[in-house]
């Protein structure tokens, strides 16, 4: 079945470099590939324009002032945080009485860009990626009413481009282009309860490394998405050799798929033992992991090649004169998937981490498309 499409920016037609929907899934924040942060409303057959995240919702100014990299919407309390390019990080929230969205400062204390950013499975916390080699765990501190930070340093040793949560708000999954994926303990003592054991280990102190694991042996890329599964014991990874991994922490196991494909972009589990995975091949495509095997599934996004058509002598020589080639091929720039462009993010749009029934994919065509997962039998 082909999927929901939504173009997002238009007009003129910009990347979509992040997205992320509200809980009840009727509004979702896009940013353009620039500083701003729109709210569209999805309830319609195209998203409609709501608001802007910017400067009303400050005393001067607007809110950031470089490209915004990453969105996170909190489902539970419908708080938004937004970071970027300029080293800031905002939290979001909506005045109803106003009707307007306020922004609380964030204290990154980051001399590089932040990359990415994700609300934890509580919400009580977020993390902070960025380019100067760390990850700040953000906690709000209500006698200042701001948002503090934590630093995660060692063993970083370059950007950070992809983080993920545990299930047990405490572990957290970073990739970065050192061509590693990490599992850091995130816990805050004072702050949260002492977390249980897991697959990863049981002492759990702040900014404990729980597990490393590389790319290839043979060279490696960065590692552009990462991705926990329902329980937690497996974390998935792609990187920009086209591979796709999967580390099982219960087995201590790892298993590996060069891909054919293109690098992939983004990740995300759909079952304890199915995910999608996509990106610079423009459709995403089922990956299952069973008794420690990794095998690659079917494209979500086959269509039929269309017919070559006949031209006259007349359209032959136009085409000639306008394109410089006399093939009618050549003139239909138009790809054969739903995507345009590269896809650069996967969201959960409907069922839960355990099931996840629909997704959405963001790409640099401007679009954002909502999938249905495929069912077990078809993966």
Known sequence: MPPIKYQAVKDPVAPVSAHAWNGDRSQVAVSPNTNEVK???????????????SEEGLDKGSAHEQRVTAIDWA?????????GQDRNAYVWNYDASEKIWKPVLVILRINRAATCVKWSPSENKFAVGSGARLISVC????????WVSKHI?????????????????????????DFKARVFSTFLKGIEGKPTATAWGKKMPFGEMMKEVGTSATGGG????????????????????SSVTVYNAGEEALARVESKHLPFRAVQWLSE???IAAGHGYVPIVFNHNGGELTEGAPMDV???KATKSLSAMAKFKALDNKGTAGAAA?????????????????????????????????????????????DSSA
């Open 39 to 53: 709210i569209l409303g999805a309830g319609g057959a195209e998203l409609a324009p709501v608001c802007e995240l």
């Open 75 to 83: 489902p539970q309390s419908n708080c938004i945080v937004t970071c």
């Open 139 to 146: 906690y709000f501190e209500e006698e200042n009413n701001w």
């Open 153 to 177: 340093k060692k063993p970083i040793r370059s950007t950070v481009l992809s983080l993920d949560w545990h299930p047990n708000n405490v572990l957290l999954a970073a990739g970065s282009s």
């Open 222 to 241: 960065w590692v552009h998405d990462v991705s926990f599964s329902p329980s937690g014991d497996k974390l998935a990874y792609v990187a920009h050799d």
């Open 273 to 275: 033992e199915r995910f």
């Open 303 to 305: 269509k039929e090649k």
């Open 331 to 375: 003139v239909d720039v138009a790809v054969e998937s739903s995507h345009q462009n590269a896809i650069s993010e996967i969201r959960i749009f409907a069922g839960d981490r355990d099931h996840v029934t629909k997704f959405s994919t963001a790409g640099c065509d401007g679009q954002i498309c909502v999938w249905n997962a495929p069912p």
